[in-house]
Each structure stands twice: as C-alpha cells, then as structure tokens.
C-alpha cells in the first residue's frame, strides 16, 4: 500500500455516542454535539451519503444534515493529549466525547495525520482520513466559550473526519493501526489552514485526491 506499511500502535481510550439535546444555537430542533462513552462494542458502518443524517456509528446520528453527516465524516476522532491542552487553557475538565469526538485516541497525533491515511480499529474496522473539521456555532454554544470558532481556528488542532472502508465492531481499548500512507504530505493541520486562516495554500490541496469531492470542486474554483 502506498509507499509501504507503516504501522504505529496507539489505542482508543473511548467511543463516544450522541445524546440528543435540543440546539438553541442553530435554527435547528436538536443537535448530537453532546457525545458520551459507551459501554461494549460499537458497530461502525457506511452511512451513505450526507443529507439523511446518519453517521458511522450505531445508535448516533446529526441533525444538522446540511453540513454534517455521509460518508465523507462518518466518523469525527480528537486526541486525548489535545483535549488535555486545551483543559489546561480553559481551566476546566474535557471529558472524553466533549468535543463531540465519535473517537477519543491516545498515542496519536491525528492532526498529522495524512489526508487519505488509513486506520485500523481493532480486528476488523478500516477508516480512511478524509478532511478536518471545521468549528461552527453549534460547537462555540455547546463550550459555552466566547470567541471560540476563532480560539479553535488559530490553534490548528481540529482533528479529523473520517470514513469507513471496512464495517465492524470498535470499543474502548482496541489498538490502532496506520496501514496505509499515501504519497503526498497533505496533513489535517495543513488542509485545515487552507481552508480557514491560509487560502493562497488551497492549491496545494489538490494532490490530497482523498479530499471529499465537494471540497476539491471547491478548491478547484478558488484556484
């Protein structure tokens, strides 16, 4: 795969499950922001394309369908070291799911992470690293922090989508793997300055083929 196997062991510290609750933040009736562990197995799967609101894991869902949800972001993971940094500059407890994370890792730094890069969750479950998050209203309400889309922004620490290349089982504990790395050098701290604090970089994106399709037309016209 790629320019061969590179493997780096970490592990999930939790899978985190949405919990509706209602959004005053969006002219929307709910939001699933508010993610919680869950206890035993998770099933990950395909949840086709945005518009519907189903994601990647069982038993969650978005509802702001428009632009969340489908293959592209079936799955959203943050780092627990970076939850533990912004603790520390916040002053308050994070606990894992707070960032609305699907995914809580340790070990790994997913903001380096490749665009198109690949994981392996436990026995079965493969995801692929699609693009970064971008912070909207829904998120700065649900902190309760002001100011916080731009505070997010400029710490580059927005963690990755991701979507699901094989279906299966991920709960808290399992090892990750990287088992593939594309050959370009497109990370999600990288994409995610492009598209917020550095549009003269979005050319560079376009080697990153594992782009959701409707960024790249994005980047294409903006090029």
Same mark, same amino acid.
């Given at each position: 795969? =790629?320019?061969?196997? @590179?493997?780096?062991?970490? &592990? ?6 949405? &919990?509706?609750? !209602?959004?005053p933040? &969006?002219?929307l009736?709910? +939001?699933?922001? #508010? ?5 035993? $197995?998770?099933? /990950?799967r395909?949840p ?8 990647? *894991?069982?038993?969650?869902?978005v509802?702001?369908? &428009?632009?969340?949800?489908? +293959? ?8 627990r070291?970076?939850? #533990?940094?912004?603790? =520390?500059e916040?002053?308050?407890? *994070? !606990?894992n ?8 890792t340790?070990?790994?730094d997913?903001?380096?992470? *490749?665009?198109g890069e690949?994981w392996? %969750?436990?026995?079965? /479950? ?5 693009? $970064?998050? %971008? !912070?909207?209203?829904t ?6 922090e002001? =100011?916080?889309?731009?505070?997010? @922004? ?19 504990? #399992? $090892?990750v793997e %990287?088992?593939?790395? $594309?050959?370009?050098e497109? @990370? ?10 550095? !549009? ?6 376009? /080697? ?6 409707? #960024? ?8």
């Amino acid at each position: 795969m =790629g320019r061969g196997r @590179t493997v780096v062991r970490v &592990k999930l510290l939790s899978v985190n499950i949405g &919990k509706p609750r !209602p959004n005053p933040w &969006k002219n929307l009736g709910a +939001t699933g922001i #508010d993610k919680r562990p869950a206890e035993g $197995p998770v099933a /990950v799967r395909e949840p086709g394309p945005k518009g519907t609101g189903a994601v990647g *894991l069982a038993g969650d869902r978005v509802y702001d369908v &428009k632009h969340h949800g489908g +293959t592209d972001q079936a799955v959203y993971a943050y780092a627990r070291e970076d939850l #533990d940094i912004w603790e =520390g500059e916040l002053g308050r407890p *994070l !606990p894992n799911g707070s960032f609305g994370e699907n995914l809580t890792t340790a070990g790994l730094d997913v903001n380096a992470a *490749l665009i198109g890069e690949r994981w392996r %969750i436990g026995p079965d /479950v493969v995801l692929e690293v699609s693009c $970064p998050r %971008i !912070p909207c209203g829904t998120f700065q309400g649900w902190l309760e922090e002001e =100011g916080w889309i731009k505070r997010f @922004t400029r710490a580059v620490r927005p963690g990755p989508y991701l979507r699901v290349i094989e279906p299966g089982d991920v709960r808290a504990g #399992d $090892p990750v793997e %990287i088992v593939h790395r $594309p050959g370009h050098e497109v @990370t999600v701290a990288f994409a995610f300055r492009a598209m917020t604090l550095e !549009p003269e970089l979005l050319p560079r994106l376009l /080697v990153a083929d594992a782009l959701p399709e409707e #960024d790249l037309e994005r980047i294409r016209r903006r090029a």
